[in-house]
């Protein structure tokens, strides 16, 4: 990183001189052999797979495409899931960061267990996930017996849907935090304080400038992985066609009807806005480096 | 300074925490005690009764198998693409990783679609592959596919940026010592990656076993046949056995637990492993 910064400082002369060594004297052998691998395997894998998708669904022409997807029942799948997603990533966004700060700025006993239980979600596989929130949530679970009393219905409803898509999401914004939580130099806040500044002033324009950028990443990475998200909540949700049945599961349903090409072009819809979202997250994440690196 | 101003300073410390722990202890920690609390709540004895069930052995035998194929194949080209993308500079760098990164970003369910749509019956290569009697969709060459596009990142996002700060000194040094390209690799890059390695392999093996949607799309759900562990889960919860289901989800449970112990362990060994782990689906 230094070099390349080294090098865009010098003069034109010089950087070409500076550059070369890389580019044209390859001292290392295999690069044919493991580039050439590499693209093959991802052509395989990736990209000739993906592209059926795109062919698939050009078989139906724009106007019967647009006739599958904005059938009231699929409509309301993709409005499902892409509203719930964005609850779900927007409460974790605050209680997320409400974790990643405890994490890091206080002491208490049990700490790194509380740490390591932030990566549960990563590690836990969907589908065990699932039936233990659906245990949990029901009306004769631990924590639906609670809320049933106050009018709460959280499985079988659009609520269980983004109570699933929290538990998934959590990990990418408290992850994305923590990091540059523990990098923001302190001294600033407690100069903010000493001149007077009340923890709300101090956190709206002292903390929350610098964490910014960090949190968007982690909003955006969380929301992308919810949107597509399947099997957590497949349980938990009920399925009830335009209540609480999610896009991902309006393409399985089309599947098994043997619908192909209806089911791609739902498949179309949401691949599209994960690709806008991988653009856009590569954004932020060049962002947040830079003002870390300014800092 | 101390006096009045501290005391709702502090309350709100602890009401902060209060509220970080609590929303982690329902949304995460819970889940994860339920499933051990339903697959005991019969006795132990129906519990290993339901373990050993012989479409359950089947299910944990097709869950390894798939693991033991996806995760070697993931394993090299993990360390290719790394070697490729961190040993050298090229045009279009950039674009290689996102297209590695691709299948974090992309649902499951589409996952399994994608190959439907090349191998299904109505698929690009369907008509042939009935010809020739060769059955990729709901079979396991199907589940394999599907496991590996998922878990394909993980190996070699764990070891691009690794290699990348080691820089390529030491093997420069090595092949000037006469060593040969292969001697190289294993006898200097590969100890210095190997953590790392092992890291990346944790996460795709956990993964692999776990992976649910697009597994599902592919499999057909024939039981003893083309049930994962995770697709077994959902049969026996439908079937409202849920003793039985919470059972095979307590291996799966206790899967995710060795490997959050692994993981830990490996990062308080060696720091610089979490960088970038937000990535990580």
Known sequence: MSQAALAAEAPPSMRRARDRPARDFRILPGFGLTLGYTLVYVSLIVLIPLSAVFLRSAELGPEKFWQVV?????????????????????????????????????????????????????????????????????????????????????????????????????????RTLQPVLVDLDQEVERAAETLGASSLQTFRWVVLPSIWPALLTGIALGFSRAVGEYGSVIFIAGNIPKVSEIAPLMIMTKLEQFQYSQATAIAVVMLTVSFALMLGINGLQLWSQKRRRYR | MIGRDQIPEELGRYALLGIALCYLVGLVGLPLVVVFVEALSKGIGSYLHSLLEPDALAAMRLTLLTAAITVPLNLVFGIVAAWAIAKFEFRGKN???????????????????????????????????????????????????????????????????????????????????????????????????????????????????????????????????????????????????????????????????????????????????????????
């Open chain 1, 70 to 174: 904005t059938t009231p029942r699929v409509l309301a799948s993709l409005r499902l899931s892409f509203g719930a997603s964005l609850l779900a990533t927007g409460i974790n966004a605050v209680l997320g960061f409400i974790i990643a700060w405890t994490l890091t700025r206080q002491r208490f006993p049990g700490q790194r267990l509380f740490d390591a239980m932030i990566d549960l979600p990563f590690a836990l596989p969907t589908a065990v996930a699932g039936i233990a929130l659906t245990a949990l949530y029901a009306p004769t679970g631990w924590l639906g017996q609670l809320l049933t009393p106050l009018g709460i219905k959280v499985a079988y409803t659009p609520l269980g849907v983004v109570v699933a898509l929290a538990f998934v999401s959590l990990p990418f914004i408290v």
């Open chain 2, 95 to 281: 674009t290689l990783i996102t297209l590695i990164d691709l299948p974090f970003a992309i649902s499951p369910v589409i996952a399994g679609l994608i190959y439907v749509l090349i191998f299904g019956a109505q698929g690009w290569f369907g008509p042939w592959l009935i010809e020739h009697d060769i059955h990729i969709i709901f079979a396991v060459p199907g589940i394999v596919l599907a496991t590996t596009f998922v878990t394909f990142p993980f190996v070699a996002r764990e070891l691009i940026p690794l290699m990348q700060s080691q820089g390529n000194d030491e093997e420069e040094t090595a092949l000037s010592l006469g060593a040969s390209g292969w001697q190289t690799f294993s006898l200097v890059t590969l100890p210095n990656i190997r953590w790392g390695l092992l890291y990346g392999v944790l996460l795709c093996n956990a993964r692999a076993m776990g992976e649910f949607g697009a597994v599902s799309v592919v499999s057909g759900h024939i039981r003893g046949m083309t049930n994962t562990v995770p697709l077994y889960i959902e049969i026996l919860h439908s079937e409202y056995n849920f003793v039985g289901a919470f059972a095979a989800a307590s291996i799966l449970a206790m899967l995710a637990l060795v490997t959050l112990i692994a993981k830990a362990l490996l990062e308080l060994r060696h720091p610089e492993l979490r960088g970038g782990r937000a990535r990580h689906a």
